[in-house]
């Protein structure tokens, strides 16, 4: 069964923080990593897919990083918004025959102003 | 259409009654996926639709659920009997030709189905 753990479940942090979270996933059969946030009552929104070893992807103030040697990503938020304030999911692809995503359980974060 | 579309976006239903949930995927969108969300649990995989086949159904959880879709368009995803462990967001999403392709997804608002 392939597994995506991310840490922590939750977390709380103030305006201004900068803040990160992590993925963890199969380094075996290895073919995409995908961050999508995911607000209150509305759509999950994607942010990255990265495919290669050592990808670094930014838009804005959020970044992420990927490792596939050994099966995990980071996230990074500089300056944390208010309206950061969302589930952020990672998702792992085999790619091949495999036709869906294998989702995370997600990193709720709240930023208070 | 511009974006993906589920309907109903929230459902109150009665255990045992069958309810029916639509998605309306982005035109040209090959790729088709259900998951669903339960309290306190991540994104579970249900089905998945290439066209109007579907390759993997491995997630459906038992013979009450059952989902088709006409050619390249709307999907429905049918619960008969419900239970309450069926309560649940119900998020449909598309993709151009599919995640094996390293294409993302765009997922639809959901459906949050409460069975009472």
């Known amino acids: 069964i392939l597994n995506v753990e991310q840490s922590p479940q939750s977390l709380h942090v103030q305006e201004g923080d900068s803040t990160n979270f992590t993925c963890s996933f199969p380094s075996s059969n290895f073919y995409a990593l995908h961050w999508y946030r995911w607000e209150t009552a509305k759509s999950p929104e994607a942010l990255f897919v990265m495919t290669l070893n050592g990808d670094e992807k930014k838009k804005g103030r959020i970044s992420a990083t990927l490792n596939t040697k050994e099966g995990y990503s980071y996230l990074y938020i500089k300056g944390s918004q208010p309206e950061d304030s969302a589930t952020y999911l990672c998702a792992f692809s085999s790619g091949g025959s495999q036709g869906n995503l294998i989702f995370g359980k997600g990193t709720k974060l709240s930023v208070k102003p | 259409g511009a974006g993906v579309s589920q309907s109903p976006s929230n459902k109150v239903t009665e255990k045992g009654k069958d309810v029916e949930l639509r998605c309306d995927p982005i035109s040209g969108h090959t790729a088709l996926y259900w998951y669903r969300q339960r309290l306190g649990q991540g994104l579970e995989f249900l089905i998945y639709?290439?066209?109007?086949?579907?390759p993997d159904k491995s997630g459906l959880p038992s013979d009450r659920f059952s989902a088709e879709r006409t050619g390249e368009s709307v999907s429905t995803l049918t619960i008969q009997r419900t239970q309450q462990e069926d309560s649940a967001v119900y998020l449909c999403a598309s993709s151009l030709k599919g995640q094996a392709w390293g294409h993302g997804y765009t997922f639809g608002s959901g459906t949050r189905l409460t069975v009472v």
């Open positions: 639709f290439q066209g109007n086949s579907a």
